[in-house]
Structure formats: structure tokens, C-alpha cells
């Protein structure tokens, strides 16, 4: 009898978390703690400040110290990450986009500190600044001279870390900002292709086509895990075409579609949240059951990021979910599971034929630089469309539209069930950042400095300044500083016109209600909008300003990154009948209390403020002892009810009663 030969067995593919919090001593216990329990590679996620290129100490840093991920505002902070964690033997992605240039000069940095070969060194930055325009929003420059750091860092890897992947271009973001799959695949690739042109321009043409290999992809998956999974063989198909035909790439291996995955946050809900782990595997099996469009390296969400900040544990988690898949299952013992199925097949095509469309769209557009504001507008109108099917119930979501009466959960019980910051680690970042400053060699920083500047005025490639500012202790914000001298600041488009939408059906009963208080006003109802602090993640203050502007209120949305101060005065100015507030960061207490102490000082006790965000119920409590009329937390995806409760608040009658 013969025996049959099985196939080798694939390795798995690279387990990461993401991570970072606080300080960066705590951080680097964190990842020392999660690569003892298993984890290959390393998923850095920096603070807001730090991607948005402003120390700890900034007026815009205040209460964004440690929350979403590590404050690095140095070469001794970075130090601190990455203590004890050989370099050289790591592979390292780093959550980084505007300052992407200056995290990966300062992680070149220290491992030359640590002895390492630099030419060794592995990991990704995420560097892609478009998505940042259209979803995330941690720009700083405009555009064009964005895309020319971001080839500037493909460029230097070329040279000196040629294991290096200079970019990530990121789909996922773009689905979590409402993306069809079309669209996800369409404006990813057009980012591809708007930094392989650029590129072009500033590496030889032999070494051009190991650069096209070097571009990863960083993806979203979503619940409807067959689309989803048709989505990433399209994905590698529509890949591989344009690296053909548009670059003329002969090489397979060059035209492959590399790609890490965060499996969906958009739909972790707060109602239930325990059901979140079971939409987690459910969104893995989309980037690891088809072999030829498997993912390179997974992380996964905690099952509680709709809560806040998760724990040690929960991250352990995610993590044994792709362990045991991996290793307990014959998943990686077996060819592609799909080729050949007519229903994969005919999906794939479809998604194909809709992306080429988009494509070509964007191309008469003059490319993705270009078309910047169509594609955040497109975004908008897509999120507005999942968030009416979810409100009429076309949309099943399991606790939150349908089944909602369940068990209490015991994982929230005690400590809540997410992990808080210390309020103390931010006064402790800025003490360290002040003593940095002391000791450093001033005039090493400035001649440093003044060199930066030097070049990116004369266009040359700025990561050899950038690595030299790094050793000589200059500070994110001071690199940062440079770019916005040189280049300018950019406010990115809000993706939200003053003109309504032809999205009214369903809304006669709140527009005459908007109407019939106006007339009491001896005005129309005036709502502004606005986000504090440095959380870029627009999505929500979009959608409400998207409606009330629908339901016939006159909307003031200026997009993200202001002061309270900023606010208030734009409230003074409007002459603002309601003012809503939207921050996800989990800066909540320190900007809103500095706000209604400011709308006091300015007279506008009488002003309603909501609240909108991802906030625990005892930190809704003291939001509304500062003052604050009402608190929106993601389990209120009713928007019709939040605008029916905004009339009410300005309502002259509701007032008087």
C-alpha cells in the first residue's frame, strides 16, 4: 500500500498584540511579559502626542499623556521601550505615521546603542499618510510634501535596512471609517500606487523592483468573513495586476500582496461585550483559512476595546485565540481551501470589477494626493448608509438592535473590566522630558535642528538629519516643530458639506421639530460640533453633524485637533444654541472640565454641552457634575433619538418647564 506524502506544514503566521501605555518602563514590561507567553513579533502603539508630533508638556498633549498607547519624546524614552529586547532579533511593527521618519530614527538609534548590525534590523512602519487625511487623523503636513517622507524613509531602507518594510499602506482604518469593500480595496491600492510613483523618482531602477516588494498592506476584516475573505484574494489579484502591468515587475515574488491584519474594532460593542470574542475568531478566519491570501502577521482586538483600555489579560486572550488556532487545528497542513469555488470565484471578481471602477475614478482625478476630499466625503456618505441599515434594522447587530436583554456579565465586574491610566503618568512623562532637556548638549540639539531644516528646505532625503537630531536628544516635538516650519500645518477635509443630503427619508418628525424650536429661537437651531484634544478618530462627530445637518440644524463642524479654548470661542462666535463634544482617547475628564469652566468664564452657562465617547459610567457621573447635560456612549447608535434630545435640551419651553 502506498503511503500518501502529506504537504509540510506551513508556519504560522507572525502573533502580535498591540500595545503600549502609560510610560515607556511599563510598556517594555509589557512586551517582555506578552514574548514569554508567546508572542513573535512586537505591535507598538504610541500615544497621541507622539504621533501627532507634540511633547508630553504641549497645550494639546493635555490628558493624551499614556492613554492610547507609549509616550516617546526622545532618545531615552525609546531606550526605555526597548531595554532588555534584542533589536537585531526582532521583528518590530510601529504604529507611526506623520512622525514615522523621526520613531524610526530614534529605533535606528538605539539599536546602534545596543551593538546591533542595522542591516538586520526587521519590522514595519505603518508611514502611510493618506489614510491619515481620510480616517485617523494624526497628519501634520500637507499632502505632497507627506507622501515625499514617506518615500524618503523607503528610500534610506533601500540602502540601509533592506529588511526593512518602510510602509504600510493601511485599508484598515478606511473600513473603519465606513468603507465598502470596494472602496477599501480602491483607495488602498491608489495609496500604493501614489508612493511607488514618488518613489520611483528617488531610488535606481534596478533597485526599484525589491521596493515594490518591501510595500506591505495593513487590513481590516470584518463579521461577513466570506466578503471579507474574497476581499483579500482580490486584493492579492488586483496587486499583482498593477505591479505587472503598471511597473513592469517580472519577478513573482516582488508582485506578492504582503500584508498584516487587525481584525475589526468598528463592530466590538459595548452592550454585551462578552460576544465581542466570538466576532474576533469569527473576523480571523477571513486573513488564515484561504493559504494564498493568508495574512503574514495577526493581531487582535480585546474583546473590551469598546469598554477602554484592556488589561495584561485580555490582550493573553486574543493572543491563545490564534495560538490554538495555529497549532491545535489542521488549518496549516492543508493548500488553499477555496481555489477552484465558483462562489469564491464569482465574489471576487465582483469586488475586482468594483475597485477597478473606483480606480479608474480616481486616476482621472489626477491619483490619491488628489482625491483626497472625494474619497473623505465617500467615506462619510458610506458610514451614514451602515449606521441607517444598523438603525432600521436591516443590519443585524446581536445585543444591540436585536437580543438585547441578556445576563449581566461577570467579565465586567470588579475592576470594570478595562485598565486605567494613572492620572500621575503624565505629571512623571513631563518631569522626565524636562530633566532630558536639562541635561542634554543644547547646542548639539539646535545645530542638529537648524540641518533637519537644511534639508527638508532643499528636498533632500531627511533621515540621515533625523537619525543625527535623535542622538544629539532632540524631542518629537522639536523634529515635529521643523516640519511645520518648513511645510506648514494641513486641516484636513471633515468629509461633512453645509449642504443636506439627499438622506431626509425618515427625518419629517425631527425636521419639524427643528423648525418649530428655530421659530422659538427667532433663529435657526445653531450645533457645534466639535473635538478636543488630539483624538483624531472622527467618525462619530461626523455622523452627528451628517444628521443634525439632515434633521435641518444650522452645523458647525471645524474637524478635529482644537482647544477647549478653541471651542468655546467658536461657540462665543456662532452664538451656539448646543454644543456637542466627541473624544475617544479617554482624555474625557481633563478637556471637558477645562471646557465648562471656560464655557462659565465666557458666559455660556446657559450653552447645553453633550458628550460623546467611549466612557466608563462613573467617569459619565463626573462629566455631568461639571456641568454636562448629557452622555453618549457607543451602546447610543440611535442618532434620530440624540437629535430628538438636542431639540429638547435648547428648547425654550422644555427650558422654562
Not at 214 to 230: D, H, K, L
Not at 405 to 421: C, H, N
Not at 573 to 591: F, K, Q
Request: with cysteine; glycine share 8%; proline share 5%.
Amino acid at each position: 500500500m502506498t503511503e500518501i506524502q502529506k504537504p509540510a506544514k506551513d508556519k504560522p503566521w507572525l502573533f502580535r498584540t498591540y500595545a503600549g501605555h502609560s510610560t515607556a518602563a511599563k510598556s517594555n514590561e509589557l512586551y517582555r511579559m506578552n514574548l514569554a507567553k508567546g508572542q513573535t513579533g512586537l505591535s507598538v502603539a504610541f500615544d497621541l502626542p507622539t504621533q501627532t508630533g507634540y511633547d508630553s508638556d504641549h497645550v494639546l498633549a493635555r490628558g493624551e499623556v499614556g492613554k492610547v498607547g507609549v509616550p516617546v519624546c526622545h532618545l531615552g524614552d525609546m531606550r526605555a521601550l526597548f531595554d532588555q529586547i534584542p533589536l537585531e532579533q526582532m521583528n518590530t511593527s510601529m504604529t507611526i505615521n506623520a512622525t514615522a521618519p523621526w520613531l524610526l530614527s530614534l529605533y535606528i538609534a538605539v539599536a546602534e546603542e545596543q551593538g546591533a548590525d542595522v542591516s538586520k534590523l526587521q519590522g514595519t512602519v505603518q508611514n502611510d499618510l493618506v489614510k491619515e487625511y481620510l480616517s485617523r487623523g494624526t497628519y501634520i503636513c500637507p499632502p505632497k510634501p507627506s507622501l515625499a517622507m514617506i518615500t524618503d524613509v523607503a528610500a534610506y531602507t533601500r540602502e540601509h535596512l533592506p529588511k526593512w518594510n518602510p510602509m504600510n499602506v493601511c485599508s484598515y482604518h478606511l473600513q473603519e471609517a465606513g468603507a465598502t469593500p470596494e472602496q477599501e480595496l480602491a483607495f488602498a491600492l491608489a495609496t500604493g500606487i501614489a508612493v511607488l510613483d514618488d518613489l520611483k523618482k528617488k531610488v535606481p531602477a534596478e533597485g526599484f523592483p525589491a521596493m515594490v516588494g518591501r510595500i506591505s498592506f495593513f487590513v481590516n476584516a470584518g463579521i461577513r468573513f466570506v466578503t471579507e475573505m474574497c476581499k483579500m484574494r482580490a486584493f492579492t489579484e488586483l496587486w499583482d495586476e498593477i505591479c505587472l502591468e503598471r511597473y513592469g515587475i517580472e519577478d513573482e515574488k516582488y508582485r506578492r500582496f504582503r500584508y498584516g491584519v487587525q481584525v475589526n474594532s468598528l463592530g466590538l460593542t459595548e452592550q454585551q461585550p462578552e460576544n465581542n470574542v466570538y466576532r474576533i475568531l469569527i473576523e480571523m478566519l477571513a486573513v488564515t483559512l484561504s493559504k494564498n491570501a493568508r495574512a503574514r502577521a495577526v493581531q487582535l482586538p480585546a474583546w473590551n476595546e469598546a469598554l477602554g483600555l484592556p488589561r495584561p489579560w485580555d490582550q493573553q486572550w486574543s493572543l491563545r485565540m490564534q495560538q490554538i488556532m495555529a497549532y491545535e487545528t489542521d488549518l496549516l497542513e492543508y493548500g488553499d481551501l477555496f481555489d477552484g469555488n465558483p462562489a469564491v470565484t464569482a465574489k471576487v471578481e465582483e469586488l475586482k470589477a468594483g475597485a477597478r471602477q473606483e480606480l479608474e475614478t480616481l486616476d482621472a482625478m489626477g491619483g490619491a494626493i488628489a482625491a483626497i476630499d472625494y474619497m473623505k466625503a465617500r467615506l462619510v456618505d458610506s458610514n451614514a448608509a451602515r449606521i441607517n441599515r444598523i438603525e432600521a434594522n436591516e443590519t443585524i447587530v446581536v445585543g444591540v438592535n436585536r437580543w438585547q436583554q441578556g445576563e449581566p456579565s461577570p467579565l465586567t465586574a470588579g475592576d470594570g473590566g478595562i485598565m486605567v491610566v494613572d492620572p500621575a503618568v503624565e505629571a512623571d512623562q513631563v518631569g522626565r522630558l524636562t530633566a532630558w532637556r536639562a541635561a542634554r548638549d543644547e547646542a548639539a540639539v539646535q545645530a542638529a535642528l537648524a540641518r533637519l531644516s537644511d534639508d527638508a528646505k532643499a528636498g533632500r532625503n531627511i533621515m540621515p538629519a533625523s537619525i543625527a537630531a535623535a542622538k544629539a536628544g532632540a524631542t518629537t516635538g522639536e523634529w515635529a516643530g521643523v516640519m511645520r516650519a518648513v511645510h506648514g500645518e494641513y486641516r484636513g477635509p471633515t468629509g461633512v458639506s453645509r449642504a443636506p443630503s439627499n438622506k431626509t427619508e425618515g427625518l419629517d418628525e425631527i425636521r419639524a421639530a427643528v423648525d418649530a424650536v428655530s421659530s422659538q429661537l427667532g433663529r435657526r437651531l445653531k450645533f457645534l460640533v466639535g473635538k478636543p484634544g488630539l483624538d483624531g478618530h472622527s467618525n462619530g462627530a461626523e455622523q452627528i453633524a451628517f444628521r443634525a445637518r439632515d434633521c435641518g440644524m444650522d452645523i458647525t463642524y471645524d474637524g478635529i485637533r482644537l482647544t477647549p479654548e478653541q471651542i468655546v470661542a467658536k461657540a462665543v462666535e456662532d452664538e451656539a444654541h448646543v454644543v456637542g463634544l466627541s473624544i475617544l482617547s479617554g482624555s474625557h475628564i481633563p478637556l471637558i472640565e477645562e471646557l465648562m469652566e471656560r464655557m462659565r468664564a465666557a458666559g455660556l452657562d446657559h450653552v447645553p454641552v453633550v458628550v460623546g465617547g467611549i466612557i466608563p459610567d462613573e467617569d459619565a457621573v463626573k462629566l455631568k457634575g461639571f456641568g454636562v447635560a448629557r452622555v453618549y456612549t457607543p451602546k447610543d447608535f440611535e442618532l434620530n433619538r440624540i437629535m430628538m434630545d438636542i431639540v429638547a435640551l435648547v428648547s425654550p419651553t422644555s427650558r422654562a418647564a
